[in-house]
């Protein structure tokens, strides 16, 4: 290797400071543990796997956010509920995403998220019983915009979600297996590839 000059650049002690693979790390847990609690995952668009939640969806409705915020409110502020509870729900609601942010793809995942959903749930059924209790007439518009959510949910569900989903589910493997089974014996070989998913 005689002859040749110096090859590449030497990182400096500033370089490797804030560009190394713990820095990497730390970047992408954090960015996954707080993308647990960031709207788009929560109310707007939900898991991005779509074996995991329907398109443009979600993990609750996005009515149930001012009822999050509500409950969040009343428990943490109001003097209803004893400190040791509070701290309780507080630690559950800061410890349950890091099953998922440990992971490569933990960020907004639902099926890794499952331990945030029981405080959650309490926090929003908090807001809506409180904000119903306060008028007469909330508690049938609280139940209309429920049932409008849920009339969407199941259109988008029955309607669109099988055709936006079809290729994460593998459509159309199971006709072609067995095509290939039941024809196999009119050629020489069946090739089943990976080219464009796993099968």
Known sequence: REGFGKIGLTPSFVD????????????????????????DFLFVNGDRNLRHS???IGQFYKIEALFL??????????????????????????????PAALTQDGAGHAT???????PLLFLIALG?????????????????????SFVFYT???????????ERAWHAGYEDAIKSAVSG?????????TQAAEPP
Do not use: C
């Open 54 to 56: 329907p398109k443009d």
């Open 184 to 192: 196999g014996g009119e050629y020489d070989k069946v090739v089943i």
């Open 16 to 39: 490797r400071f804030f560009h190394n693979k713990v820095e990497s790390w730390m970047d992408r847990l954090t960015d996954n543990y707080v993308n647990n609690f960031s709207a």
């Open 69 to 98: 915020i509500v409950g969040l409110v009343l428990f943490f502020l109001q003097r209803n509920f004893d400190a040791r509870v509070k701290l309780f729900l507080l630690l559950w609601i800061l410890a349950a995403p890091l």
């Open 112 to 118: 890794r998220g499952l331990f945030l959903l029981p």
């Open 128 to 148: 809506v019983s409180r904000i119903v209790e306060s008028r007469k007439l909330v508690g049938p518009v609280v139940l209309g915009l429920y049932l409008v």
């Open 155 to 165: 259109h988008n569900y029955w309607v669109h979600y099988p055709w936006d989903s």
